[in-house]
């Protein structure tokens, strides 16, 4: 049996009968120097003690081995070791079976208790990926959130971001060794707290305040959120895509001939957890659209610098890796991508095309006699100063076509 026991700050005092006698049973314990230093040496005296090693996955994967005869090894891990702890780790390479979690209090719980915030008004933002962008979906008035660090820079970090955007007068509390005997909370500003690093374990709380642009995460952001050549899905039609694409966590979407990124960027922030992949020939749009992944906070999206369908081999090696929803906003010479797409989606999964062209349209046409689906035609005008009057500028009409596979 593996069973993942998580243990706080507060170390061996604070772990519950349960978790005890699992760390009195194991033949082998395993977690950082800093859990393993938390179980006195007189507990569990008899078990054999490994550090992670630097590729933490190593040990994971071989885990099973060293359960198997009837072994139990028991894993440390920080606090709920399901908050993106090492029990998430463990679960999402080894499957649940023969797997047990005793989760201790998470630092997020904590650090909720100390600010008397109700955890259900607070955002959990995981920066351990060391990515501190990724707090910018957050920056709305009035949100609270407390985002998982990657070390002392945390803070500083969280806090430029915060400023850059316009949300330097954000209430920023930083909360350090929570449930240690070393905890401390320093109350800041987002401005105010500068370039400081804070202790190695450390929480970021952020109130946000502050006179930034006000990006929502339903889809439909303004063009000029994103930096672009033209070559974007404009706002409007932007919006009934994501909606016909349905946006659903955990779910992968590919952007085909993704041009700013702006599709797949507006899914990643409509849904936590969902990934997706832009795939993009031009090497100057690639780079411009991971650029826009990190300005808008979803550093996860992946660019893969390729010509579509050719690119699509590199991006399956497995079921998961099936596209859940494929958007084609690049425009249609044949039929020929459009049936390698339809090809690739997982049953359920949803394909939307958008043409602006006759020649694309009559694709369109051909596929919805052969297939099916919805074909919409999008003309959006808007109203702009004509001479000392208002007149309606009409964009180009876009035809879409949607379908839901089975
Ligand atoms: C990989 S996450 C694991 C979170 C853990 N599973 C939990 O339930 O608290 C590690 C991050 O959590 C935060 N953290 C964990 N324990 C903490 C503590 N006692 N005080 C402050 N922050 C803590 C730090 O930001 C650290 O970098």
Redesign the pocket.
Known sequence: MITVV?I??DGWPSLSAEARAAVAQADLLVGGERQLDLVPPDEASAAERRAWPKRLTELVDELPALAADGREVVVL???????????TTILQRLGDDGVRVI?????????CARLRWPASSVELV???SRIAEIVVPALQPGRRAV?????PT?AARVARVARERGFGASRLVV??????AT?RIVESTAQEWGEREA??????ALEVRGDGPLLGRAPGLPDDAFEHDGQITKRDVRAVTLAALVPVPGQLLWDVGAGSGSVAIEWLRAAPGARAVAIERNQARAERIARNALTLGVPRLRVVHGAAPDAFDELVDGPDERPDAIFLGGGLRGSGLLTRCLGQLKPGGRLVANVVTVEGERVLADARAEHGGRLTRLAVAHAEPLGGFTGWRPAMTVTQWELRVR
């Open positions: 998580g706080g700050a891990a920080s606090g709920d070791p399901l908050l993106h702890g090492v029990g989760p201790a209090v998470s630092s997020f719980a904590l650090a995981s920066a351990t985002v998982l660090g990657f070390g945390t909360l350090e060794e929570l449930g240690g905890e202790a190695a374990l450390h929480l970021v």
